[in-house]
C-alpha cells in the first residue's frame, strides 16, 4: 500500500526581513519556505506611513527578484512569496494613515511596540491612550493590531513582562476596543496562552519555533548564549509545555510566526548582544 503526505505551503506570520543588504541576504530562506508572510515594521527609520509600508514593499519584491535572477529561488517561489505589509504605531499615528492604509490594502496590520520593549522599538507606544484615534479606526475597517505584550516597566522582572501585560494593558484594551482584531504575538508564557485560548474569536496569537523547542535553560549552558537571545526572552520549561499544548491542540487561533530576525553576527557576540 502507498500513501501520500502532503504538506502544505505554510505561512509566516511574523518575520523581519530587515533592509539593503540584509534584506536582500535573508529574502530567499523564507521565499522557499513560505507562501505568504506578515512582515514587520522595525526598520531604521520604523515604517510608520502608508507611503513608506508601499516604499519598503517594492525593494522586498526587487530582492527577491534579485534572488531569482541569481538562482537563489525558483520561479515558482520567487512568484508565489507575498510580503504582506505593516504600520509600525506611534504615539503621533494620525487615524487618517490607518483608514488610508486600509483602503490602499497593502498593510494587512498595525504593529504595537511598546516604546522601547525589543530591537528598534524606541520609537513605539508610551501610553495606550494616545493611540485611542488610531485603535478606533482599526476597529471600524477591520485592521488587525499586531501586539509585543511586554510591560517596559523598570519594577517589572523581565521574565514576568508578558504575564504583566496582560493585566495591565490587554484587559484594558480589550475591554474598550471589544470589536478589535489583536494578534498577541511570539507568545512565551501558559498566561498567554490561556487568556488567548479562552478569548473570543477577534482574538488569535503568534508561536515561535524558538519557543516551542527551548527554556530559559538554554541561555545559560556552559556560559552565556547570545544566539538564544530572543525578545520576549525564553521562560521556564511549565511555559514551553504549555506552548506546546496550545500549538498541537488544534485551537485554531494559534499560527506559526517564526519571528526570524537577523542581526550580524558581530551585534549577538556582544559585551551587549542585541535580542533577535
Ligand atoms: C526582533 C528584532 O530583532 O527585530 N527581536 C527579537 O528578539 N524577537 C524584534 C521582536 O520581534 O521583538
Ligand atoms: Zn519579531
Redesign the pocket.
Known sequence: MTSTLTLRRPDDW?L?L?DGDALRAVVAASARQFARAIV?P?LKPPVTTPAAARAYHGRILQALAQARAAGEIDALAAAEFQPLMTLYLTDNTPAADIVQAHAEGLVKGVKL?PAG?????DAGVTDIARVRGALEAMQRCGLPLLV?GEVTDADIDLFDRERVFIDRVLLPMRRDFPGLKVVF??ITTREAAQYVAQADELTAATI?AHHLLYNRNALFIGGVRPHW?????LKREQHRQALMAAATGGHPRFFLGT?S???ARHLKEHACG???
Open positions: 511574523h523581519h530587515r514587520m522595525n511596540y520593549a525589543t530591537t528598534n522599538a509585543h504575538e511570539h515561535t537571545y530572543c525578545l520576549p526572552v519571528d530576525a537577523p542581526h542585541c535580542a533577535g
